[in-house]
């Protein structure tokens, strides 16, 4: 059983920066030996999409819409995951959510793979 909390979310204004954290609790005490953590949202109205995604390999993908603006990255240890988030621009604008898949390397960063999710954290980029 993995439970996952996102931190971060607020406002800021078209062109600046934010920064996400997920933190992931794990019941067995360590992360799985393999496993892929990425970063999904959901805009108001739309479905839910994958933004950028770590894993053990290691590996990062990113979204062709965010890809050169956003960076994924672990944290001091491997139950963190960040997400450096520049060049905001109002289509960013959503709830974002941490996903965790045990046994398993990110692959098209799609809902439906993942198994754990957080409850999401908000962004809202005004032009």
Known sequence: QVQLVESG????QAGGSLRLSC?????????????????FRQAPGKEREGVAGFDTLPSKRYSDSVRGRFTVSQGY??????LQMND???????????????DYYCNEL??????????????TISS
């Open 88 to 102: 905001l621009n109002a289509d960013d604008t959503g709830t974002y959510y941490c996903a965790l898949r045990p």
């Open 9 to 12: 979310g607020g406002s800021a």
């Open 23 to 39: 933190v992931a609790s794990v019941a067995s005490g360590r992360m799985p030996t393999r496993y892929c953590m990425a970063w």
């Open 77 to 82: 240890t491997d139950t963190i995951l960040h």
């Open 110 to 123: 799609r809902p439906a793979d993942m198994n754990y999710w957080g409850e999401g954290t908000l962004v």
